[in-house]
Nanobody, 128 residues
Framework: QVQLVESGGGSVQAGGSLRLSCSIV????????LGWFRQVPGKEREGVAT???????TYVESVQGRFTASKGNAKDTWYLDMNGLKPEDTAMYFC??????????????????????WGQGTQVTVSS
């Protein structure tokens, strides 16, 4: 069974940077695309970024120009580089994948319920 394992969260001061990693375990023969989401207690989970298999990325407006989603050289690791962090970026961050055995799945424009596999989440805390 495919699993996503996240790492890289932590506590930083405003203006700092963090890199989140999402590793695909037991990937099999599937092709993937990935979404990054975040959630603050008591609020709806929010889509932050998507990255398709061809490297095409999309971002929510609030992180545009500060966050960068990418694929690692190894197919099984994906990243979210977060720069210029703000206190309002504080949240639990999740990666989620769509996968396909044939063709390349598309993540851009998809809703949360379109993502079938989710990581456990990693906490990001930004202090002012």
């Amino acid at each position: 069974q495919v699993q996503l394992v996240e790492s890289g969260g932590g506590s930083v001061q405003a203006g700092g940077s963090l890199r989140l990693s999402c590793s695909i375990v037991k990937r099999g023969s599937h092709a993937y695309c990935l979404g990054w989401f975040r959630q603050v207690p008591g609020k709806e989970r929010e889509g932050v970024a998507t990255i398709d298999n061809d490297g095409t990325t999309t971002y929510v407006e609030s992180v545009q120009g500060r966050f960068t989603a990418s694929k690692g050289n190894a197919k099984d690791t994906w990243y979210l580089d977060m720069n210029g962090l703000k206190p309002e970026d504080t949240a639990m961050y999740f990666c989620a994948a769509r996968m396909a055995l044939l063709g390349r799945p598309i993540c851009r424009g998809k809703q949360q319920h379109d993502f079938g596999t989710w990581g456990q989440g990693t906490q990001v805390t930004v202090s002012s």
